[in-house]
């Protein structure tokens, strides 16, 4: 049995002041305070992006980050910008996201395609869906622009929008030579829904609310139940077994996709219609509630953060949850008073957690602690810098669109120029093995490194 000596406890608690003093400094009261705290976290969240370093390839993360995440990385810079004003990082996310464009300027780059999902893509497709409605500079006249890469991801998705089981629905892995092709995952459904519903007011083009309706409908559909009656929204199903064994895990950005997606649709309807949506944004809202600690207003990942098995693509979850919130209460401004205290209180507790790594401002996974719990990477970055910088929402305008603003230029025929749906390289088998266990390994995190929550 080893014994901590008197002497030994005072250097442990003066090395935990220090860490502690050290920490990120934030004033929730003061713009200016979240300014500095989201640059710092912008800057350490940075740090592990290598792409333009000598050798390294724009827009990716190194491993062991997966293609998407870089896509929703720049997302959170662009929101950032929008925040902020502040265009440090605009260059370096400008460069990034055009070089994923990919040949049909869709955001299918041939290099990801052995373990590409439709959730993948539409992270990619969100991002600039984003630098479109904040009016995010414009990329060079000769390159896609914001508004089309949004419209080119959604047009390839609507292509595989499948309906040979389970009466329709967008599949997880995009390739069928991939794992994890026959499950339809909540995620890949509520981007396209989200994406559906923003690019329709956007552009105010009926097609975009047609088809968020009809995913919408999709998933609340009592054989399917990816949103259920009492609006928990779960993880996916099996298209094997025609999406009749619902796999009920809760994920914060699950939920959160739903509620940007049905408050956009609150936004864009009239009369009895817009009452339907009201009734469905504010069930996902009340639900919500799983995510934040033991009747606190601070988010956690109930899913995996208890028992400390969050892998690395969850330990970024929150960063959308907060993202989404804080954009409804500008599309759906009655949602405001309830959604601003999650984002403050979960900030201040965010903060406290940037006390780690070398630089003693790094960010941890877990908020609830009211430390540094030794967990650090881009995925606990990126959920502190956007639930600190959504605390500026009220300073900043709305989602602007054709109508009211907007200077990103569209093309509704984007990203259907190209066969997405065939992979025309020949798969070898090391390629078909590679990609299996790649994807059978995300399919064993979901399932395996989760809180099994059945409420």
Not at 74 to 84: A, K
Not at 122 to 149: I, T
Not at 174 to 190: A, C, E, K, L
Not at 210 to 218: G, I, K, N, V, Y
Request: aromatic content about 12%.
């Amino acid at each position: 049995m080893r014994v901590r000596t008197a002497v030994q406890g005072a250097l442990c608690g003066a090395l935990f002041a220090a860490q502690r003093a050290s920490g990120l400094e934030l004033d929730i009261s003061s713009a200016n305070s979240i300014k500095q705290a989201a640059k710092t976290i912008a800057n350490g969240m940075l740090n592990y992006y290598n792409g333009e370093d000598p050798g390294g390839i724009p827009g990716l993360l190194p491993p062991p980050y997966y293609w998407w995440e870089a896509g929703a990385m720049f997302g959170s810079l662009i929101d950032y910008w929008y925040y902020t004003g502040d265009d440090t990082f605009n260059r370096v996310t400008t460069d990034g996201m055009l070089f994923q464009v990919g040949p049909d300027y869709n955001f299918m780059p041939p290099n990801q395609s052995k373990s590409l999902g439709n959730d993948d893509q539409a992270f990619w497709g969100l991002a600039a869906m984003s630098a479109a409605e904040v009016k995010f500079p414009n990329p060079p006249e000769d390159q896609p622009q914001w508004l089309a890469l949004a419209q080119a991801v959604f047009n390839s998705q609507a292509l595989r929008w499948n309906t040979e089981a389970c009466g329709g629905g967008l599949k997880w892995q995009i390739y069928s030579f991939n794992v994890g092709y026959n499950y339809r995952n909540t995620i890949s459904n509520g981007c396209f829904f989200n994406l559906a519903a923003r690019l329709g007011a956007y552009t105010q083009n009926e097609t975009f609310f047609r088809w968020a309706e009809r995913s919408w409908d999709w998933v609340v559909e009592p054989s399917i139940g990816l949103v259920a009656d009492n609006y928990r929204v779960y993880d996916g199903t099996h298209d094997t077994a025609n999406c009749t064994n619902l796999v009920r895990v809760q994920w914060s950005y699950n939920a959160g996709v739903y509620l940007l997606g049905a408050a956009t649709m609150w936004n864009q309807t009239t009369g009895a219609d817009q009452e339907m949506w009201q009734a469905r944004a504010q069930g996902l809202l009340d639900a919500i509630s799983v995510f934040f600690y033991k009747g606190t207003n601070v988010m956690f990942e109930v899913a995996c953060e208890p028992r400390g098995t969050c892998n690395v693509d969850q330990r970024s979850f929150k960063a959308y949850l907060g993202r989404w919130m804080a954009a409804t209460t500008k599309v759906a401004p009655w949602t405001h008073d309830t959604i601003i205290p999650f984002l403050q209180q979960s900030a201040q507790a965010a903060a406290t957690s940037c006390s780690g790594g070398d630089s003693g401002t790094e960010c941890g996974m877990r908020w609830t602690t009211g430390n540094w719990d030794g967990q650090l990477g881009v995925g606990e970055q990126m959920s502190a810098l956007e639930v600190i910088q959504s605390n500026l929402i009220d300073n900043v305008q709305g989602p602007v669109s054709n109508t009211t603003g907007g200077i990103s230029t569209g093309d509704s025929n984007a990203g259907t120029t190209g066969d997405d749906l065939i992979y025309t390289e020949p798969i070898t088998t090391g390629d078909r093995a590679g990609a299996g266990i790649i994807t059978a390994m995300l399919l064993v995190f979901i399932v395996g490194g989760a809180w099994w929550m059945v409420r």
